[in-house]
T-cell receptor, first 111, second 113 residues
């Protein structure tokens, strides 16, 4: 079945630092890829998505590029803020609405 | 447009009891999926319903069941609760099948004591 591997956290950064959270996946067919964010006490919010190879998803300064050759979908942001502190989940769906998630990476941004 | 609404937000139940959780999807969305989130196992897919039919099911015991009504609202039921069922249960709403975009509710926090 589908699977997602993402880097373990917590990741602690200073404000305005560059962020990368690695994500690799295994899936059959033509999967769609997602990054979700979860703030404390909340559900998941879709951050960005990409539905085919070489697509770049972007939102709120975050970006991720669908790399089929390396089966990766790494999340990046050029300058993080304290308000970006949350848990980030990489996810894949190979068809239908069933999402397979990574284990999540907690990000802490300090002043 | 209202988001995905899950009720109740918090529940405390005793081992052996049963529980029913409710999810109202975004208006016009016809697919509802359920996920269990625990610190140990992370986010795991329970099942998906579309047009009152279960389309997909995760690897959970038969104590976990669900249904969807004609207005797309969904419920999930857990019978004979175990301590390990303590988790955050999340509902996700999608416009249609295979739409590649799911919107999540805030979840129901179930504690089994």
């Amino acid at each position: 079945g589908d699977s997602v591997t993402q880097m373990e956290g917590p990741v602690t950064l200073s404000e305005e630092a560059f962020l990368t959270i690695n994500c690799t996946y295994t899936a059959t067919g033509y999967p769609s890829l997602f990054w979700y964010v979860q703030y404390p006490g909340e559900g998941l919010q879709l951050l960005l998505k990409a539905t085919k190879a070489d697509d770049k998803g972007s939102n709120k300064g975050f970006e991720a590029t669908y790399r089929k050759e390396t089966t990766s979908f790494h999340l990046e942001k050029g300058s993080v803020q304290v308000s970006d502190s949350a848990v980030y989940f990489c996810a894949v769906t190979g068809g239908g609405n069933k999402l397979t998630f990574g284990t999540g990476t907690q990000l802490k941004v300090e002043l | 447009k209202a988001g995905v609404t899950q009720t109740p937000r918090y529940l405390i139940k005793t081992r052996g009891q049963q529980v029913t959780l409710s999810c109202s999807p975004i208006s016009g969305h016809r697919s509802v999926s359920w996920y269990q989130q625990t610190p140990g196992q992370g986010l795991q897919f329970l099942f998906e319903y579309f047009s009152e039919t279960q389309r997909n099911k995760g690897n959970f015991p038969g104590r976990f069941s669900g249904r969807q009504f004609s207005n797309s609202r969904s419920e999930m039921n857990v019978s004979t609760l175990e301590l390990g069922d303590s988790a955050l249960y999340l509902c996700a709403s999608s416009l249609d099948v295979d739409t590649s975009e799911a919107f999540f509710g805030q979840g129901t926090r179930l504690t089994v004591v």
